[in-house]
């Protein structure tokens, strides 16, 4: 049985082992550190975010409304997502997309992840939520095809102490919309957590079932990673087996291999599976998936474990890179400064 241990965050550059024979030889560098960027946007968000503070929503307008008439839910997902972070700080782009267009679905479907966002961290939270219950069915309302309400609403259910049956409601509505759809496993895996109405269990029994019923190279399938995650972090009374820790690892792996190095969509999941390699001490792992990962670091996780996520990833990839070279065999030689042979002592 595996029982969840805190990370250890070091000193950059600090060593983590020492060898006979001369220091480590460190393994290739990841890109350096000036070139890596949290959550670095794609084009489109680029384009939608550098008009919003001119009060711009065109582009903005014409991403979201491209996803929706492509059925492209997990890019409308992420775009509601981001757009909506931005929003939390300038909304006058967004205010007058509303005036102009009060019944425009990509709007509402904005305006209630937004609004959700600006409750969170209320402590009035739960009672502030259920306002908000009227936007997330205008923006369902909105396209009866689009699953990104119902995600919001699994997220709504969560922060609202919505009880199972009410849950198993959202999650049915969401899932006929779109079977494979990440964003809702997600929500639904977060209700199902020890940490809110669930336990570690339930939390990996939800997300194996749903890995098991993915589509291919579906980032669905890295679901247990996340249940790995969430107990390591969150700890509690169960013990979950390593096997289950590593078995969930060994998947998102696989799901990191079928996604090209440096392509920011898997960046969430590589960075989540890096974390989770990291505490169960499996280094060379962890490389791999630092060098996969490229510039593209995520806020998630490292922002969970350290107020500072950029710092904490850059820490913890010179520490995975000093821990694989402290593993690596070095090579002695001889007085005579050739490499050693046979019968030399």
């Known amino acids: 049985m595996y029982a969840p241990r805190s990370p250890r965050p070091r000193r950059r550059g600090a060593p983590t082992g020492r060898l006979c024979g001369g220091p480590p030889r460190l393994p290739a560098a990841p890109p350096p550190d000036h070139s ?29 409304a491209a996803t929706r008439e492509a059925a492209e839910w997990e890019n409308r997902d992420r775009y509601a997502r981001r757009l909506a972070v931005f929003a939390r700080t300038r909304d006058g782009w967004l205010q007058t997309w509303q005036s102009e267009s009060p019944h425009d679905p ?49 997220d709504h259910a969560r922060g609202t102490n919505a009880g199972h049956t009410e849950f198993e409601q959202l999650w049915t509505e969401a899932v006929r919309r779109s079977p494979h759809h990440y964003g809702c496993h997600v929500a639904a895996l977060k209700y199902l957590s020890a940490a809110w109405y669930g336990s570690h269990r339930e939390c990996f029994d939800f997300a194996e079932r749903a890995a098991q019923d993915a589509l291919p190279g579906s980032l669905v399938q890295a679901l247990p990673v996340r249940a790995a995650f969430a107990y390591l972090t969150e700890g509690g009374r169960a013990v979950i087996p390593r096997e289950r820790l590593d078995e969930a690892a060994d998947l998102a792996i696989a799901v990191s291999a079928a996604y090209a190095p440096a392509d920011p969509w898997p960046a969430e999941v590589r960075n989540l599976l890096t974390y989770v390699l990291i505490r169960l001490e499996r280094w060379q792992d962890a490389l791999d998936q630092l060098r996969l990962i490229g510039p593209y670091a995520t806020s998630f996780p490292w922002d969970r474990v350290s107020d500072d996520p950029l710092g904490q990833f850059l820490e913890l990839r010179d520490g995975v890179r000093l821990e694989v070279a402290s593993i690596i065999p070095l090579h002695p030689r001889s007085e005579r400064g050739g490499r050693a042979r046979s019968g030399d002592h």
Do not use: M, T
Not at 45 to 55: D, I, S, V
Not at 118 to 140: D, F, H, M
């Open 36 to 64: 890596v960027l949290v959550a670095p946007p794609d084009d489109g968000r680029a384009r939608a975010l550098a008009g919003a503070p001119r009060g711009e929503y065109d582009i903005a307008a014409k991403l979201l």
């Open 106 to 154: 990509d709007a509402l479907l904005v305006k209630a992840e937004l609004a959700v966002r600006r409750w969170w961290e209320s402590p009035a939270r739960a009672e502030l939520l259920r306002e908000v219950g009227p936007l997330i069915g205008a923006a369902a309302e909105g396209d009866p095809r689009d699953p990104v309400p119902w995600r919001i609403a699994l």
